[in-house]
């Protein structure tokens, strides 16, 4: 890569100028204290130990140790105790609830998600830019905002709440205003990863496909798909993750009723708020279990596309 | 640009795919989000602006927005170091250490927030020893700005890294060979060429944390007045069933956090203009 070349055109400066005795102040080396060499594009060996050293101290603090906490926490009381807070009924239907608001949203938005990309990436057409912008605007909208939102529509004193009602149809404190909540708070995860990758990469192979012959779904199916599938999946790892996750706007529409409305997150909060400190850590280390395979495969997927990357910058051989 | 000149395409699908995205956008986004400015606007001037701006409202607003943009600069300052230690240095473990650094964008906002608490309370991890030299972390505004910084954090830092990465090794050693000093080299040559990111770093975690509600609630303690933040305002008007209360505040955040990502845009705009102004 680029990188290299310019780090080892650094490297070859050091072999012609280092030459024991005075190096004069301002040339590309220095000698530190314990006689090594050192490129003037480095940091004084004790610069770079205090950056080191104060970002793990600040990383520590901020993110590993709440981190080992919550698992610490959570087997505080034995291990007895912190399997029995998952075969607990209300437990079991939260973990319920929390798949199948997964398993809603997240194909919904990623039927959503291939379209707008197939619309804003193939064609042209005025106010794409204002199209794009839209989609990500519930990325600025705040947790508890986006719950407001659903109340406001459909909440008992919303505006369709009481016709709604005049039909027995509730959808907040209820499993379908967790569902609206959440699809809105995913809504761009899928969009915002594949639309860039579609753009960049044109329709010259969907046209070549297209002209010789091949349908649309076909050129879809095997053309396009494939070469976004890893975007693709990103995005539904990120997507996923915050649909099971989702705790301020799930918490204003859902009422937590619980064995009926309540998600893992929400299920955290009510035994937490009740000092059952030692469930609730065991149901967060579950959900900080599904956070940490979130990173992983998400670090697995950022791995495998820049090998593939520098694989096709490798000149055959 | 790369961009596909496809006017009248033969690929099909295009009114398929468009009629879906506007209809799928308009009935999970926009409705919804009208709904809200159509609240607000019937609430009427007077109506607004007592329920926005009451003393209980603006101390939360004060808090809200001083514990972010405290927050907000703890995060720009070793969001740089952290950053910079990842893209320049080699540890142990760094892969692991960087793959970690998005833990608070995967976490469950609630899940972080009883972690920090259990960690910064006055018999936690940590928080007895701030106890013991006198300081109260959690349920307090400090709280806050803990729970903040940790769900900020990756903000800065994945804004900063692939600025820090792209930054020219020729203009450093250059500026060394001018007779630079290190130091001097980072405030005039590497400084500048990071400062749009990390302004706009700065920026995404500001706004992440006005409207962040599930990592605060916990640890703050939540005494009106005091350690109430807008988002649990909103809630609390919400259980009330004073949706014109909890409106005209969500109204004035939602407002806010457009501020600040035209800001982000100006910023971004900004940069662009420059660099073309280079080339």
Known sequence: ??????????????????????????????????????????????????????????????????????????????????????????????????????????????????????????????????????????????????????????????????????????????????????????????????????????????????????????????????????????????????????????????????????????????????????AAFAVASLLALLALITLALKSAVEWRVRREFEQALEPPT | MAFPRTKNSVLPGFGLTMGYTVLYLSLIVLLPLGALVIKSATLGWAGFWAAAWNTRVVASYKLTFGTSLIAATINAVFGLMVAWT????????????DALIDLPFALPTAVSGIALTAVYAKNGWIGQYLDAIGIKAAFSPLGIVIALTFIGLPFVVRTLQPAIEEIDRESEEAAASLGATRWQTFWRVIFPSVLPALLTGFALSFARALGEYGSVVFISGNMPMKTEIASLLIITKLEQYDYAGATAIATMMLAASFVILFAINAVQWWTARKYRGVA
Not at chain 1, 64 to 82: H, Q, S
Not at chain 1, 169 to 187: D, S, Y
């Open chain 1, 1 to 278: 890569m680029v990188d290299g070349t310019e780090v080892s055109g650094g490297r070859m400066s050091v072999t012609v100028q280092s030459l024991p005795g005075a190096i004069p102040k301002g040339s590309l080396v220095e000698t530190n204290l314990a006689g090594r060499l050192r490129l003037a594009t480095d940091e004084r060996s004790w610069v770079k130990a205090l950056l080191i050293t104060s970002t793990l101290v600040f990383l520590t603090l901020v993110l590993f140790v709440p981190l080992a906490a919550i698992f610490a926490e959570a087997l505080r009381k034995g291990v007895a105790v912190y399997f029995a807070s998952f075969t607990d009924a209300h437990a079991l239907s939260a973990i319920r609830l929390t798949l199948l608001v997964a398993i809603i949203c997240v194909p919904l938005n990623l039927v959503f998600g291939l379209a707008a990309s197939w619309a804003i990436a193939k064609f042209q057409f005025p106010g794409k830019s204002m199209l794009i912008t839209l989609i990500d605007l519930p990325f600025a909208v705040s947790p508890v905002i986006s719950g407001l939102i659903f109340v406001l529509l459909f909440g008992l004193r919303g505006w369709l709440g009481p016709w709604l009602d005049s039909y027995h149809i509730q959808i907040i404190f209820a499993v379908p205003g967790v569902i609206l909540a959440t699809l809105f708070v995913t809504f761009p995860f899928v969009a915002r990863e594949v639309i860039p990758l579609m753009q960049e990469q044109g329709s010259d192979e969907e046209l070549a496909a297209v002209s010789l012959g091949a349908s649309g779904w076909q050129t879809f199916w095997r053309v396009t798909l494939p070469n976004v599938k890893w975007a693709l999946l990103y995005g539904v790892i990120l997507c996923n993750a915050r649909a099971m996750g989702e705790f301020g706007a799930v918490n204003v529409v859902s009422g937590h009723v619980r064995g009926k409305t309540n998600t893992l997150p929400l299920h955290v909060e009510i035994l937490y708020n009740e000092y059952n400190f030692a």
């Open chain 2, 86 to 97: 990842l893209v320049r240095y080699t540890l142990p473990g760094k892969k692991f250490i």
